[in-house]
């Protein structure tokens, strides 16, 4: 039980640091290159079990409003 948690932490943790880092790009190239970060993730919490596909869609939903948001940021 103990490492489970310790895994569900990690994976928060990476999580928050993503959002955090998407937040404070400083250029588009930057919030594009963190696109794959953000589908790499969403494919390794598609892969693991114990995550449901509900909270995995819904941060999905997350980062890509996250995205969207800080590129309109930049461009205008």
């Known amino acids: 039980m103990i490492s489970v948690i310790d895994e569900i932490r990690a ?17 588009f190239n930057e919030v594009r ?5 953000v589908l790499a993730l969403m494919w390794r919490l598609e892969t693991d079990d114990r995550v449901s ?19 309109h940021e930049l461009t205008f």
């Open 33 to 37: 290159s963190f696109e794959s970060d």
């Open 53 to 71: 596909k509900l909270d995995i869609d819904n941060l999905g939903v997350v980062f890509t409003m996250a995205l969207k948001s800080r590129r």
């Open 11 to 27: 994976v928060r943790l990476e999580t928050i640091a993503l959002h955090f880092r998407i937040t404070k790009a400083d250029c």
